[in-house]
């Protein structure tokens, strides 16, 4: 049974990859992850806000009182000389490529340009075999235009696109008045792959404390039906690569994502609520599927239920909503 797949360059061994989590800072599960059967590892994401802390730390230490005394005006460097970032990520990156074969994929979460080209260079360097960028943004400016906010993504791909070789991802939210066109868009951009769907924090309020809460659940396995559809939709329209992640939690999920259009589904909830070696459980469903409907390859049903392939194009659309409406029962 072939289970290989081919994402961001790399043939991957199959298409269950480990999303960005806290799970990943550690070495030893990533080792762990490989171990499993993961055919790649996304890092936890590197935030564009401790990218800004750590320059602006390091600006105030080699500056304070540059200009204080004569002696010290040629003793402290300029800021205009450094190109920083949290060292402790790239380290991360190098250790993680010494310690297992699979493919490492670096995560950078932002909404702006600034120091993320500089970075990202860094990150090639450190090793890492692709990037994943996570634009995680939640307008709420009543005056910004969302032609300006689409706009910064693409500018932003753009510039770490021509800053880097290897390949770049984008992961994304699904609020968009028109989903299909802002990935075309991307496309166009050279995005290597499209990862749906990034899950916005929604806070809650703590009745008890009357304080705003920052729990965050794990997903729920229904949420898998958003990224389906999408997958399902573009699939065959762009030329990106579709990474599915959300509510994946078992083999079938996967055998439904890779019908759809997906070339890899990314893991995060399902290992964090049930360790690193459900990743075995879960390849062992999808063999035992494809051996009973008598699949080959993953290459062989990618994309067979697509909506440029099924035999009813309104599948995905409106007249599948209003059937399961007029179909529900109390």
């Known amino acids: 049974m072939d289970l290989t797949t081919n994402y961001l360059g790399k043939k991957l061994k199959s298409p269950l990859v480990v999303s960005a989590s806290p799970i990943s800072e550690d070495v030893d599960n990533i080792k762990k992850m490989e171990d499993a059967g993961a055919a790649a590892v ?11 802390n750590d320059q ?66 860094r ?19 009543m005056n910004t235009p969302s032609e300006k906010i689409e706009q910064t993504y693409i500018d932003i791909l753009e510039a770490v696109k021509k800053a880097v070789k290897i390949p770049v991802a984008l992961k994304l939210g699904p609020f968009y008045t028109n989903f299909a066109y802002i990935a075309k868009k991307f496309d166009e951009a050279g995005a290597d792959a499209l990862v749906l769907f990034n899950r916005f924090y929604q806070p809650d309020i703590d009745l008890d ?45 996967v055998i439904k994502l890779m019908l759809a259009g997906a070339d890899v589904a990314q893991l995060c909830s399902v290992v964090l609520k049930n360790g690193v070696d459900y990743i075995k459980t879960i390849e062992k ?43 529900f029962k109390f």
């Open 56 to 121: 602006y730390e390091l600006h105030y230490h080699t500056t304070a009182g540059t200009y204080s005394f004569a002696e010290s005006l040629t003793y402290f460097p300029e800021w205009d000389d450094y190109s920083v970032g949290p060292e402790e990520y790239l380290e991360h990156i190098r250790k993680a490529k010494e310690s297992v074969a699979i493919p490492i994929i670096a995560s950078l979460n932002g909404t702006n340009i600034g120091s993320w080209t500089d970075y990202a260079e």
């Open 209 to 253: 404390q009357l304080e705003m809460s920052t729990r965050i659940g794990l997903s729920e396995p229904s949420s898998i039906r958003l990224p389906l559809t999408w997958i399902g939709i573009l699939k065959g329209r762009i030329k990106a690569q579709l990474a599915a992640t959300r509510g994946i939690y078992t083999g079938k999920d």
């Open 285 to 327: 469903e999808m063999l035992d599927w494809m051996t009973e409907k008598e699949y080959e390859s993953i290459k062989q049903m990618q994309g067979a239920m697509s909506q440029i392939k099924t035999k009813d194009q309104t599948a995905y659309g409106r007249s599948l909503y209003m059937k399961a409406l007029k179909g």
């Open 123 to 141: 990150i090639e360097q450190a090793g890492a075999d692709a990037i994943e960028l996570n634009q995680y943004y939640l307008p709420t400016d």
């Open 42 to 52: 996304v890092l936890y994401s590197l935030f564009e806000e401790q990218l800004i």
